[in-house]
């Protein structure tokens, strides 16, 4: 398994799972279950969630699917804007850790900026380490003048960025991908398939048959092309989670990588951060 390094030097895969609108559909549940487990044996140990997923659904699903593998996972939660402050992170953390069924979380991002600051965000963040409730945090959605406020805001400590980023969502390469990269900060990529939206283009579609490929594994192995970006794509069943990681092992060419920069190119000009 491809691997990405944090600040600091700990290691993390660069395929992992995510888990947005899981655990929402009782008939989906024994699929999910086994797909989370799968990509674990498979080396997606890295697993991301969210609060509002399902208003806390997913975590649960999750505290189901992986508590007795725990030790072995890389666990990322996000707390909702409103609950980003000094007041009410804390209770935030706490509910997250009670659905996951675990003491601590590995990773703990800012699901996105809202109307606390960022400074005060950083501190409450820096508190929840300090007890041992987080190992690290960072970010989600924020964009490069928000990022160099939240540095400069005593936020040195921002391990990640989760941005969605995928071949029809290449804005971030304008500025934000490098200013993460001059501060060696890893990007991680939400919806790296564009929700499945992706599959159906004829472009991809031949360039993964040219390759002996699927269009999803080919969409995935553009978004970890490079060094530093880690791609969290969902994935409801075993088939489609084996799909995903033999992902993290395919090898684009520079014909390959030509022929989808000519279909899908990235913004003549800088565009504000996108979001789903």
């Known amino acids: 398994m491809k691997i990405v390094t944090l600040p600091g030097g700990e290691t993390v895969p660069a395929l992992g ?14 699929d999910e279950i086994a797909a989370l487990r ?27 699917a992986l508590g007795d593998v725990r030790d072995q996972l890389f ?17 935030a953390c706490e509910a997250s850790l ?15 900026r809202g109307g606390v600051p960022l400074g005060e965000t950083v501190e409450a963040m820096e508190a929840l380490k300090a007890e041992g409730k987080i190992r690290y945090w960072g ?29 029809t969502r290449r804005g ?11 501060h060696g900060i890893p990007t991680m990529a939400y919806s790296p398939v564009e929700q499945g939206r992706l599959l159906a283009d004829p472009t991809l579609a031949k360039v993964a048959a040219a390759i002996g490929a699927t269009p999803a594994q080919v969409a995935l192995a553009w978004a970890m092309r490079h060094d530093g970006v880690i791609a969290i794509p969902k ?8 799909e995903n ?14 022929t989808l920069d000519a279909a899908f190119p990235r913004p003549r000009n800088r565009r504000p951060l996108e979001m789903l």
């Open 172 to 182: 971030a390469e304008h500025d934000l991908l490098p200013w993460l990269a001059e």
């Open 75 to 91: 666990l990322v939660s996000k707390a909702d804007p409103q609950n980003a402050s000094r007041k009410r992170l804390g209770g």
């Open 139 to 167: 970010v989600s959605n924020l964009d490069t003048d928000d990022m160099a406020e939240l540095v400069a805001a005593d936020g040195g400590a921002c391990v990640t960025d989760q941005i969605l980023y995928n071949l």
């Open 38 to 64: 799968t990509g674990v044996e498979l080396g997606m140990t890295l697993i991301d969630t969210a609060e509002i997923y399902g208003d806390g659904a997913a975590e649960t699903l999750i505290g189901e």
């Open 17 to 30: 799972q995510g888990t947005w609108m899981m655990g929402e559909r009782h008939d989906r549940r024994g």
């Open 245 to 258: 990681r033999a992902a993290a092992d395919l090898v684009l060419s520079d014909a390959d990588l030509a």
């Open 235 to 242: 994935a409801g069943s075993v088939a489609h989670v084996r």
């Open 98 to 112: 009670k659905r996951l069924g675990t003491d601590r979380l590995d990773l703990y991002l800012l699901h996105w």
